[in-house]
């Protein structure tokens, strides 16, 4: 069963950057997408972005234009960059298999304004 590590959550101020990774502990080249995803207090879990396995970007609204998303296979690992970072970036920020119950522990972005 493949599990997901989340890490490189922190406190950051507006404008600021975070970069997000994802831990796979198998190999993800054999997962069509993986995706990101965040949830604020009390409100719902939102698409963020998702990579094909080709290496296809596709992102949400809010985040395109500041969020990259890559993946490195020999690292098992997908990454988040984050740039121009808003506080209503603020989430708890959760890695998946797109279309699975496959889910990280998440980890928590807070930007100060």
């Known amino acids: 069963q493949v599990q997901l590590v989340e890490s490189g959550g922190g406190l950051v101020q507006a404008g600021g950057s975070l970069r997000l990774a994802c831990a796979a502990s198998?190999?993800?080249?054999?997962?069509?997408?993986m995706a990101w995803y965040r949830q604020a207090p009390g409100k719902q879990r939102d698409f963020v972005a998702r990579i094909s396995r080709a290496g296809s970007a596709y992102y949400a609204d809010s985040v395109e234009g500041r969020f990259t998303i890559s993946r490195v296979g020999a690292e098992n690992t997908v990454y988040l960059q984050m740039n121009n970072l808003k506080p209503e970036d603020t989430a708890v920020y959760y890695c998946n298999v797109l279309g699975t119950n496959t889910w990280g522990q998440g980890t928590q972005v807070t930007v100060s304004s």
């Open positions: 198998g190999s993800i080249w054999g997962f069509s997408t």
